[in-house]
Each structure stands twice: as structure tokens, then as C-alpha cells.
């Protein structure tokens, strides 16, 4: 018995090992793109991905080397993570639940407002220092640079993504022929210089977090399935981390046979317990 539960524990380990790697391949997936660079909600995804690979790789260790205060610690901290990536899957609805493109007359793409995505989320992309990091990094993709050879009839008949959308043109609402006009701010932020254009526009900032939540919804299907594996894994290896205890000393199935080596404390309360059984009987 004891053999085979160390062997369930070691295989738990190795399997809740092997979980991580999705998890901590779903954050890398998110920073994949050089055309969104955001990362509000990938860091997290990293941290979780990454500290569950470390937790797994100490409980097989300690699977292997049969220390039982080791699988202990393990599954407490399983606990933890997996309430944290529970709170993370819910915090990343709650936050990508708002927001979605509105769609222009007479194009197929479309175009995006900053007031439709939640105040968390514009909060992070209006703060200057974050936004400078963002801006550099929307430059240094080339996005907008693939719009430069379009004719004014592909703006009619193509689609756009929403960083292009937002961050490579004006808005289209926008009448330059009369200035004097009440207009969206964005049309008085637009430049032509390539290394300008709309990335100071909300547009822009909008075209980002449209990005984000499209991201976060494609994961949020891993997360779930994650979940369901981690909380599998977690009563099981409950239930084998138990059998482990009892197959130590043999307690269920016997009296401990062990006069060499000096019972385990709580021996002496199963040896209470079973005499009061007998008494009680």
C-alpha cells in the first residue's frame, strides 16, 4: 500500500508539473504579439505558471524521497494557488467584461471608444509612464507602417485590427475641411509624422485594452480547464497523501510491527482509541 501511494504521489506531482506549463505558456502567449505589448493581465499568469512549476517540482522531490512534511507544505500551497488563479480568472471577467468595437458606416472595420472598457483598465493605460512604455513598444512593431501602401479604397473594402484602427489613422468622423467644427478630441491629436500619427489618441489606448480583452477571453477557456485539472489533482493527492500517513506505520491494518525504531507519536493515541473501542464493545 505504501508503495503505491507514493507512487499516486509521485505521479500527482509530476502531472500538476506538467499543468504548469500551459499556464505559464498562456502568459508567453499574451506577450507573443509585438502589435499589443500589453501586460496587465499576463504578469500575473507568469507569476502562477511559474511558481506552480517550482511547488510541483518540490512535492515530486519529496515524493521520491518519501518526506511526508514536504507533501504537506505542497498541498497546502496548492491551495493557495489554486484560489489565487480562481480570483485571477474571475478579476479578468470582471475587468475584459466591458468594451467591444463600434462599427463605422460604410467600412468593415471598426473603431473603438476608451469611455467602453472598465475604469481599472483605462486607468492603467492613461497613467504617462506606463502608456510611454506601451507607445514605444506599438513603434517598434511596424503595424501602422503596413497601412502606408493602402489606397483609399482599401480603408473602404478591408478590415483592420484594433491597434490599427485606433493608433494608425484619425477617427473617421473627422472633417478636416472644417476645422472650426466641433469634432472628437482625437482628430486634433492626429499627426502625420509616422512617429506620431493617433499613439497620443484614445482610440489608441482603446485599440490596446481591445487587444487585451480579446486575449483574455481566448485564455479564459485554459484557465478554466487549468482550474478543473489543479482541483482534480489537489483531492486526489488529499486522498493519497493520507494513505501515504497510514501506510508509514501500518496503523488500519494492524499493530505496528516496528521494535526497532521508536512509533510515531501519535501511535500511542491509536493505541487509546482502539482500546477504548474494544472496551466500549
Known amino acids: 500500500m505504501y508503495r503505491f501511494s507514493n507512487t499516486v504521489i509521485g505521479f500527482l506531482n509530476l502531472f500538476t508539473l506538467l499543468a504548469s506549463i ?11 504579439s509585438s502589435t499589443t505589448c500589453e501586460s496587465f493581465l499576463q504578469t500575473p499568469l507568469l507569476v502562477i505558471g511559474f511558481v506552480v512549476l517550482i511547488v510541483s517540482l518540490a512535492g515530486f522531490i519529496g515524493a521520491c524521497f518519501n518526506v511526508a512534511w514536504a507533501l504537506w507544505v505542497y498541498l497546502v500551497v496548492m491551495l493557495f494557488l489554486i484560489a489565487t488563479l480562481m480570483a485571477l480568472t474571475i478579476f479578468g471577467f470582471v475587468v475584459t467584461s466591458q468594451g467591444g468595437g463600434v462599427q463605422v458606416p460604410g467600412r468593415v472595420y471598426k473603431e473603438y471608444h476608451l469611455q467602453d472598457y472598465s475604469p481599472w483598465l483605462r486607468n492603467r493605460v492613461m497613467d504617462p509612464n506606463y502608456w510611454s512604455t506601451i507607445r514605444s513598444c506599438l513603434l517598434g512593431s511596424k503595424t501602422c507602417a503596413k497601412l502606408a501602401l493602402w489606397t483609399p479604397l482599401d480603408y473602404l473594402e478591408r478590415d483592420m485590427t484594433p491597434i490599427q484602427s485606433g493608433c494608425c489613422k484619425p477617427p473617421t468622423s473627422c472633417n478636416y475641411n472644417m476645422p472650426t467644427m466641433a469634432q472628437d478630441p482625437d482628430c486634433y491629436r492626429w499627426n502625420n509624422a509616422p512617429t506620431l500619427l493617433c499613439y497620443e489618441c484614445d482610440s489608441c489606448k482603446a485599440g490596446v485594452l481591445e487587444d487585451v480583452r480579446r486575449d483574455w477571453h481566448k485564455l479564459s477557456v485554459l484557465n478554466i480547464v487549468m482550474l478543473v485539472v ?6 486526489i493527492g488529499c486522498c493519497a497523501f493520507q494513505n501515504t500517513r497510514r501506510a508509514q506505520t501500518d496503523y488500519p491494518y494492524g499493530e505496528n510491527q516496528m521494535t526497532k525504531v521508536r512509533p510515531r507519536w ?3 493515541w491509536w493505541r ?3 482500546d477504548m473501542r474494544e472496551r466500549l464493545w
Open 230 to 235: 489543479l482541483i482534480g489533482i489537489y483531492s
Open 22 to 32: 500551459p499556464i505559464i505558456g498562456a502568459g508567453l502567449w499574451m506577450a507573443r
Open 272 to 274: 487509546w482509541w482502539k
Open 266 to 268: 501519535d501511535y500511542y
